[in-house]
């Protein structure tokens, strides 16, 4: 399994701009990884393997993708964010790809020397629409590995993504959701409330802050989007950082603080979080916060 415990990573001074690349590769290199125990868990559960063909919403640097496609499966992401996608390709042994490595036999050229993952893979950027490819088996797996229920609003695009999704997807496909457990199972609340306190004075003008997680939040995704409820799941996914410069960075990289960066500056916001962070940080230098995430799974009807 992925570590949790991530190296160490400076963050830079705070008047540098960070750029989207810089953004990208922290959420692939320090934070994505927490999430690691909750894809295999789904993974398991679902028993996914070479029957498996998997369409990510919101796939990013395709930590997901690579795990359920060393499982066999053929998977395909999608996402908005051009800079995670190109670390998916990177990731999963294509880099610089902007097409489908899946290629015809005939065509492959030096493709057949790329992993069996990048062989098995597929990135598109754009909506789910955009993953339609004509005469392509259709998917028997959605997943929504994003966790929600964390920032005000954060659920408003995933039904509108599930419903471009949905029918590119057989009858009865299996549709995993996935969100922040409740506040007292995630050491990481506190931390995140610093988001919604300094965004304050910005929110009447724009969504995101934090917020505490809401029992149903799945259900009424799922719901909306005309989807049966087929069982849930919760999993352990600490947060570990080698120090707290890392951790800063990796928790930023989450757009979750961005409404408050907008609002009184990035230097304060890494002030603030860094100094939320110290309760939760060890003898050794290193930052432990515990957390529990749930998974709602779901079939098509």
Same mark, same amino acid.
């Given at each position: 399994m992925t570590p949790t415990l991530v190296r160490h990573h400076t963050y830079a001074a705070s008047s540098a701009p960070v750029d989207p690349g810089t953004r990208a590769r922290d959420w692939a290199e320090i934070q994505e990884r927490a999430l690691a125990p909750l894809h295999e868990a789904v993974f398991d559960r679902l028993e996914v393997g070479a029957g498996t063909r998997m369409l990510s919403l919101g796939c990013g640097s395709g930590l997901a993708l690579l795990a359920a496609a060393?499982?066999? @499966?053929?998977?395909? /992401?999608?996402?908005?964010?051009?800079?995670?996608? @190109?670390? &998916?390709?990177?990731r999963l042994?294509?880099?610089?790809?902007?097409?489908?490595?899946? /290629?015809?036999?005939?065509?492959?050229?030096?493709?057949?020397?790329?992993?069996?993952?990048?062989?098995?893979?597929?990135?598109?950027?754009?909506?789910?629409?955009? @993953?339609?490819?004509? %005469?392509?088996?259709?998917?028997?797996?959605?997943?929504?590995?994003?966790?929600? %229920?964390?920032?005000?609003?954060?659920?408003?695009?995933? @039904?509108?993504?599930?419903?471009?999704?949905?029918?590119?997807?057989?009858? /009865? &496909?299996?549709?995993v959701l996935t969100g922040w457990g409740p506040?007292?199972?995630?050491?990481?609340?506190?931390?995140?409330?610093? &988001? &919604?306190?300094?965004?304050?004075?910005?929110?009447?003008?724009?969504?995101g802050g934090w917020r505490p997680a809401l029992r149903d939040d799945l259900e009424e995704v799922a719901a909306r989007a005309g989807l049966k409820p087929d069982g849930s799941g919760r999993v352990s996914c600490p947060f570990g950082y080698a120090d707290v410069d890392s951790a800063v960075r990796g928790l930023l990289s989450t757009g979750l603080f961005d409404a408050a960066a907008r609002a009184t500056g990035r230097s304060r916001v890494e002030k603030e979080v860094a100094e939320a962070l110290l309760p939760h940080r060890r003898p050794d230098g290193t930052v432990w916060m515990p957390n529990v995430f749930r998974y709602l799974v779901c079939v098509t009807t």
């Amino acid at each position: 399994m992925t570590p949790t415990l991530v190296r160490h990573h400076t963050y830079a001074a705070s008047s540098a701009p960070v750029d989207p690349g810089t953004r990208a590769r922290d959420w692939a290199e320090i934070q994505e990884r927490a999430l690691a125990p909750l894809h295999e868990a789904v993974f398991d559960r679902l028993e996914v393997g070479a029957g498996t063909r998997m369409l990510s919403l919101g796939c990013g640097s395709g930590l997901a993708l690579l795990a359920a496609a060393s499982r066999g @499966a053929r998977v395909t /992401g999608v996402d908005t964010d051009r800079e995670r996608l @190109a670390l &998916a390709r990177e990731r999963l042994g294509s880099p610089g790809r902007a097409e489908d490595p899946v /290629g015809r036999a005939e065509d492959s050229g030096g493709w057949a020397r790329e992993t069996e993952p990048a062989r098995r893979a597929r990135l598109v950027e754009g909506p789910p629409s955009a @993953a339609a490819t004509t %005469g392509a088996p259709p998917y028997n797996l959605l997943t929504a590995f994003h966790p929600i %229920g964390c920032a005000a609003g954060d659920s408003e695009g995933l @039904a509108p993504a599930l419903a471009e999704a949905v029918p590119l997807a057989v009858r /009865g &496909a299996t549709v995993v959701l996935t969100g922040w457990g409740p506040p007292e199972r995630c050491a990481t609340a506190p931390v995140l409330r610093v &988001a &919604a306190r300094l965004a304050e004075p910005a929110r009447a003008a724009r969504p995101g802050g934090w917020r505490p997680a809401l029992r149903d939040d799945l259900e009424e995704v799922a719901a909306r989007a005309g989807l049966k409820p087929d069982g849930s799941g919760r999993v352990s996914c600490p947060f570990g950082y080698a120090d707290v410069d890392s951790a800063v960075r990796g928790l930023l990289s989450t757009g979750l603080f961005d409404a408050a960066a907008r609002a009184t500056g990035r230097s304060r916001v890494e002030k603030e979080v860094a100094e939320a962070l110290l309760p939760h940080r060890r003898p050794d230098g290193t930052v432990w916060m515990p957390n529990v995430f749930r998974y709602l799974v779901c079939v098509t009807t």
